[in-house]
């Protein structure tokens, strides 16, 4: 093993100390000597009590004379003597500087008579120039360079250690998850989304024993793109593939690739393969794969060079490299499918593509299931219900829910998890926070409980509308004043005219029941009316149902991303514009005139709710029942 070179501080504390002690024994300062004025010189120069001296520039150092007999120094430099320095005692050194002296001079200062008087007294005299050499190239040679090299040896200290990625910007990012059994997560942990656990449940097979599905002539699949919604549990589905396998699992964020050096992406493929390899079996797992894995041809519009399309290409290119047989399978989660690059999810390398969509109603039943089975229920928890409540929520959002429930129970300082606050937890997601102390004068109060009374009463007699599960006056979020919560008591995958028409008819109540009691609207309906024009629109554009342009798709592709992807419009004549805007006009006035037509009816009920709602503000499912009695059989509400 190559030994590592260090850099200790003692190797240069001795360095320094050597040097002084070289400083102190040639060159002695100014500091070791007696300092004494010029007139002291003359004075024990004409007494004979001067050996030698030495003439400088500034200043001029000599020695006393010894009282016992020593041989003269023929150069007459104070800093040599007949015996090699580094021979001599160290009593004999100090005794040697204890004799010697300086004294400052100005240079411009003349004294002719100096030399006639050392002649005169036979003292051994010289000149020379006042440098001190060693000292000068201390401090300005070794000195900076001994603190560069510190400097130096600390810095290679620092960007060798694990935490510092100054030198190891190419080494990949890898979070490796050990088998460890207290943070191990299984398919028991994974509802909602049955048909992709067992989608993935193969996997695990691929990975214990590949020779069971390579005896016939197969190979194993490469790669598995998870794609669906976010919050459906693409990544919590990937660990628990790595779980049941006991295999390593590699864990990156396709932004963790990308820095802002160049090439640094393709260089954390290349060492996250090979780490793989030597892992092998294992999962590498690369959540948000988008982020690396766009469509090329959308960048090469712009130009120019791309990290992220090097960083794919890398990707690419190790995909085709490795072995089928080597045990390596790569996961990806993205829910941008669409803007993925083709050559990615070509055979060969992403070769299977699984769906994790949002739960349907048996899905949320038991991811309520799973995500409460550590909190205290009460007795009149009804999970089913619960999941009725919920359509169109993914898993971590139904997990929200339940962390809201609990949390609500402790602030309230209950002692268990109520159904009460299951749906105060729900109403929260869907509506936002409530706002009670929020002030509103008292007409425009009344205006609300109309307009709520008038969602509730059209959209529980009006058969195709949703279940009007609760109606309330207080101000929730940004800007609702009130608000009717309606849900589907089962998964609807498929709506008929008349329902759409339902739809439209509950939307328009509380502006119908704003102009039949009031005399006037206000601005109260202005996101109902936003939902009214887009469903009529889409009636018309979409879906073909219309009177005048029967069966025909007026959109150039529905996009069949899941995600969201709403249909991309095409260029149309101004004569079909114009069609379409009349379409759509008749059939919002016809079901705003049927709207009031059917509140008129029920003028006596629309009292009689809006007066509950001023008095309680909130009314649930069994208040609204037992205001309006029993729906009538051609309904959808029963």
């Known amino acids: 093993m190559k030994r590592e070179t260090k850099f200790s501080i003692g190797y240069y504390l001795t360095v320094l100390a050597a040097l002084l002690l070289l400083q102190m024994l040639f060159f002695p300062g100014t500091g070791s000597r007696q300092e004494i004025s010029y007139k002291q010189f003359k004075d024990k120069l004409k007494a004979g009590e001067i050996a030698r001296v030495v003439i400088l520039p500034e200043r001029i150092i000599g020695e006393y004379q010894s009282q016992e007999s020593e041989s003269s120094d023929s150069s007459g430099n104070l800093s040599a003597s007949p015996t090699a320095p580094w021979r001599l005692h160290l009593e004999e050194i100090e005794a040697r500087l204890a004799r010697q002296f300086t004294v400052m001079r100005i240079p411009e200062m003349r004294d002719e008579q100096l030399l006639a008087d050392l002649d005169s007294a036979g003292v051994d005299y010289s000149g020379r120039l006042d440098s001190n050499f060693l000292e000068n190239f201390f401090l300005n040679w070794i000195l900076p360079f001994g603190f560069m090299i510190l400097i130096w040896g600390f810095l290679f200290r ?40 067992e989608e993935v449940r193969e996997l695990v097979e691929f990975l214990r024993n590949p020779k069971k599905f390579t005896r016939l002539g197969g190979k194993l699949p490469k790669g598995v793109l998870l794609v669906g919604p976010p919050g459906t549990g693409k990544t919590l589905l990937a660990k628990a593939v790595a779980g049941e396998a006991h295999v390593p699992f590699f864990s990156m964020s396709g932004s963790d690739f990308v820095e802002m050096f160049v090439g640094v992406g393709a260089a954390r493929v290349r060492d996250l393969f090979q780490e793989a390899k030597e892992k092998a079996p294992c999962i590498i797992f690369i959540d948000e794969i988008d982020a690396i894995g766009k469509s090329r041809a959308r960048a ?12 794919l290409n890398q990707l690419l290119v190790e995909m085709d490299g490795f072995d089928p047989g080597a045990g390596v399978i790569i996961m990806g989660a993205t829910n941008r499918p669409d803007v993925l690059d083709p050559a990615l999810l070509r055979p060969g390398r992403f070769d299977r593509q699984v769906l994790v969509d949002k739960p349907d109603l048996t899905g949320r039943v ?14 009149d928890v009804d999970l089913q219900r619960l999941a009725q409540q919920t359509p169109g929520f993914a898993g971590a959002e139904i997990a929200n829910v339940c962390n809201e429930a609990a949390l609500l129970s402790a602030r309230k300082g209950k002692n268990e998890v109520s159904m009460r606050e299951f749906e105060e937890a729900i109403e929260r997601i869907i509506a936002g926070l409530e706002k009670k102390n929020k002030l509103i004068n008292p007409r425009e109060r009344k205006i609300v409980a109309y307009h709520e009374s008038g969602h509730a009463i059209v959209g529980y007699f009006t058969p195709g509308a949703e279940s009007v599960q609760k109606v309330s006056i207080v101000p929730r979020g940004i800007g609702a004043l009130g608000y009717t919560l309606q849900t589907p008591l089962e998964d609807r995958y498929l709506m008929s005219k008349s329902e759409l028409l339902g739809k439209i008819k509950g939307l328009l109540g509380g502006r119908a029941a704003e102009e039949i009691v009031f005399g006037e609207i206000s601005t109260g309906a202005s996101n109902d009316l936003e939902k009214v024009a887009s469903i009529a629109r889409n009636m018309i554009v979409v879906y073909g149902m219309s009177e005048k342009l029967p069966n025909l798709s007026l959109v150039q592709s529905s996009n069949p991303n899941f995600l969201g992807g709403g249909p991309s419009a095409e260029r149309r004549s101004e004569k079909i514009e114009q069609m379409i805007d009349d379409e759509v006009m008749k059939i919002i006035a016809d079901c705003y005139e049927e709207t009031k037509k059917l509140l008129r009816e029920k003028h006596d009920l629309l009292d009689k709710m809006a007066g509950a709602l001023l008095e309680k503000e909130v009314l649930d499912y069994h208040d609204i029942r037992e205001i309006l009695g029993e729906p009538e059989p051609t309904g959808q509400n029963a």
Request: charged share 25%; glycine share 10%; hydrophobic share 40%.
């Open 158 to 197: 620092r960007m060798n250690t694990a935490g510092n990625r100054m030198l190891s910007v190419g080494k990949n990012k890898a979070k490796i998850h050990a088998d460890d059994p207290k943070n191990q997560v299984t398919f028991a942990d994974v509802a909602g989304v049955d048909e992709a656990v």
């Open 366 to 379: 038991a991811i309520f299931k799973v995500h409460t089975k550590n909190l205290k229920l009460g007795a």
């Open 300 to 311: 090469a519009v712009m130009g120019g060079y791309d990290e992220r399309e090097n960083t």
